[in-house]
């Protein structure tokens, strides 16, 4: 059941459809690999064990749903009605929801069953998971490393097969770089593709979507979870076709700048990352496509400090919300010493800083996007280093601005694509020589995840990745 449950999505719902495998057996196995992981990896705050049972009992063979039966986990940052939302902080408690997002409705639409909830850096602040409250959560391929973050625990879960596909969402590249320290696909689509309701109308960085092992079962559920919702502030209009139909088509002949300065400037490229770009370059070459390196107008220290003065006020509303919650006002006690940092920067700034930096960042997210219309796809390391030791980057301690900082320097080319809004995806390509996993980013034109989609197709074929399994951890041998 162990090597069930690591194969891809859409294969499993094809077992249960046919009567193969029982839905309840499925969910089953999943439950039990939890229970066995958790101890070493710590991927869940809340696992569900009755609920997701009772549920699976309910599905049985022939069940038209496209992942009728498959077991799924959900970040804790999105409602599940009945399970805790944590945030994985102190001041959210073990808080209830009575209601479930419009994206988590669709998800049991399609016939998922929620196992449970993940770990992420409270309030999905870092690009590490490692939160106060629950401890951190460890990367499969080797302990004493980050999964990434934000959405690092669905990451370290599917890595380690706890379950084959989880949720993420992505702000500054929580699906990207979790997906590219664990191995796995990680997409992030465009802007508006996915509905943030009910709770948001929409949102200028963050959009959902999953982290899985093959493209296929990414494309698949884009479809399951995009599209407008009533009441939708903005929302990207339809595709022409079907995403799981367009990963399936050739893409034909693409042109691709492959970009390897850092849209941050201080950070220093591992050769390692810059190798497997190279190397996905020259692979996407000898595929017939046409790669010229480039070097985009996206560095400046003037972004970090326009995306944090719009960062902050959007963390600060996550501890308004955690206070009205308890029914007062939240201190200092309630959260870890960064989430307090970006309270009192938000509030240390007028609402015109605020809109003033809002404008730079759609100012630039124009010039970027213009500049980068000359090609199909934007080729570039995943990350500026492979997957950071536990401790390294957490948010407390005496100086947490340095975190935040140090931070972007192992991030720095994911946000410069939720401030464009243009959809990306990391594709697990390569291994260090010691093993661990090695990503590289694309990036398309605004709306074209089926050219993304297509492509990154293309490379999971030339070059599989989703046979790969970390070792056991030591806890389950």
Request: glycine residues 8%; contains cysteine.
């Amino acid at each position: 059941m162990n090597d069930l449950l690591s194969r891809p999505a859409l294969e499993l719902a094809s077992l249960v459809r046919a009567g193969e495998v029982a839905a309840s057996e499925l969910v089953e196995a999943s439950l039990r690999r939890i229970d066995e992981c958790q101890p070493a990896i710590n991927a869940f705050t809340h696992v569900a064990h009755d609920a997701a049972l009772a549920e699976a009992r309910q599905i049985g063979a022939g069940d038209p749903r496209p992942f009728a039966g498959v077991p799924i986990a959900v970040k804790d940052n999105r409602p599940v009605m009945g399970m805790p939302l944590t945030m994985c902080s102190d001041l959210f408690g073990d808080f209830v929801p009575r209601h479930d997002a419009y994206l988590v409705r669709r998800l049991k639409r399609a016939g998922f069953v929620i196992v449970g909830k993940t770990a992420l850096p409270e309030m999905g602040i870092l690009p590490t998971t490692e939160p106060r409250r629950f401890g951190p959560t460890r990367n499969p391929w080797a302990l004493d490393r980050t999964p990434g973050g934000s959405s690092g625990g669905s990451a370290a879960a599917v890595a380690a097969g706890m379950v084959p596909i989880a949720h993420g969402n992505d702000g500054g590249g929580s699906t990207r770089i979790p997906a590219s320290c664990c191995g796995l696909v990680g997409l992030k689509p465009a802007r508006g593709r996915v509905s943030v309701g009910p709770d948001g109308g929409d949102a200028f960085l963050v959009c959902d979507g999953v982290l899985t092992r093959t493209v296929a079962d990414t494309a698949a559920a884009l479809d399951v979870l995009a599209g407008y919702e009533p009441g939708d502030a903005t929302w990207a209009p339809d595709p022409e076709e079907p995403f799981a139909a367009a990963a399936e088509r050739d893409p034909g002949e693409l042109t691709i700048g492959l970009a390897l300065n850092a849209p941050l400037d201080g950070a220093v490229v591992d050769p390692a990352c810059e190798r497997a770009a190279r190397d996905a370059a020259a692979l996407l070459e000898s595929m017939g496509h046409r790669v010229q390196e480039i070097e985009p107008p996206w560095s400046s220290q003037d972004v970090l400090a326009d995306f944090t003065r719009m960062w902050a006020p959007l963390i600060s509303t996550v501890v308004l919300i955690g206070g009205r919650l308890r029914g007062r006002e939240p201190v200092e006690e309630d959260v870890e010493p960064l989430t307090w940092a970006l309270w009192q920067n938000a509030h240390e700034h007028t609402s015109l800083d605020f809109l003033a930096a809002e404008g730079r960042i759609k100012l630039l997210a124009r010039r970027i996007v213009a500049h980068l219309d000359a090609y199909d796809v934007v080729l570039t390391p995943a990350l500026a280093r492979p997957p950071i030791p536990i401790g390294e980057v957490h948010g407390r301690g005496p100086d947490p601005w340095d975190h935040f900082r140090r931070s972007g320097l192992f991030t720095p080319f994911t946000a410069i694509f939720n401030v464009t809004g243009l959809p990306a995806i990391s594709l697990p390509l390569y291994q260090t020589d010691d093993g661990l996993p090695l990503a590289v980013q694309l990036a398309a034109r605004p709306l074209r995840e089926d050219v993304l989609l297509a492509l990154a197709a293309r490379l999971e074929q030339a070059a599989p990745w989703a046979a790969r399994r970390p070792p056991e951890p030591a806890s389950t041998r």
